[in-house]
């Protein structure tokens, strides 16, 4: 039996771990979880700032506890 050998890809150095395969695999066949990651990432990191408001950063913030050296 012979085995057909993918091409290349950069970054995988020829070896392709079997949960790599089965994730590309994956990917392939189901497209929209990467719009549904893209959601999820806009969701938790791609905040948008208000220019004119320069205190709301000042109040999202935690304050920082300072060192006790008594």
Known sequence: MRTVQKAYRP??????????????HYMEEHPEV??????????????????????QPKQDSVPIKGYDYF
């Open 11 to 24: 970054g995988y150095g020829g070896y392709v771990s079997e949960f790599t395969q089965f994730m590309n």
């Open 34 to 55: 990467v719009s549904d990651q893209h959601k999820g990432w806009y969701l938790l990191w791609d905040h948008k700032l208000d220019p004119e408001d320069p205190e």
